[in-house]
């Protein structure tokens, strides 16, 4: 129903830019469903780092805040995340997510959707 394959991953230095990209298959619109980026560094829990909801609403985590942002393409059913000023911390496996339209999980009171691509991994070096 909704497969997404991110891209861009890499390796770069503190302080460099890198982006990413994620691309979806599915036979629902883009625009009509909640797209967004998680990560999960080596021994850490995943979280949420950027996400645009199916109503538009824009999120972005308190720690990449003025340093990521993201954005979409629906006429190619592309979600971006340009990764600025970044830091070692930022290194880990980055994954791009979704819901299908009208459906938000949730998982210990934050969106958690039910599909996801394979990941792009980032690594910061200092």
């Known amino acids: 129903q909704l497969q997404l394959v991110e891209s861009g991953g890499g390796s770069v230095q503190a302080g460099e830019s890198l982006g990413l990209t994620c691309t979806a298959v599915?036979?629902?619109?883009?625009?009509?469903?909640?797209i967004g980026w998680f990560r999960q560094a080596p021994g850490k829990d995943r979280e949420g780092v950027a996400a645009i909801m199916a109503d538009g609403t824009t999120t972005v985590a308190d720690s990449v805040k003025g340093r990521f942002s993201v954005s979409k393409d629906n006429a190619k059913s592309s979600l971006y995340l340009q990764m600025n000023s970044v830091k070692p911390e930022d290194t880990a496996m980055y994954y791009c997510?979704?819901?299908?339209?009208?459906?938000?999980?949730?998982?210990?009171?934050?969106?958690?959707?039910?599909?996801w691509g394979q990941g792009t991994q980032v690594n910061v070096s200092s």
């Open positions: 997510a979704a819901d299908a339209p009208g459906v938000k999980r949730q998982r210990n009171g934050a969106w958690y959707p039910g599909h």
């Open positions: 599915s036979r629902y619109t883009c625009g009509t469903y909640s």
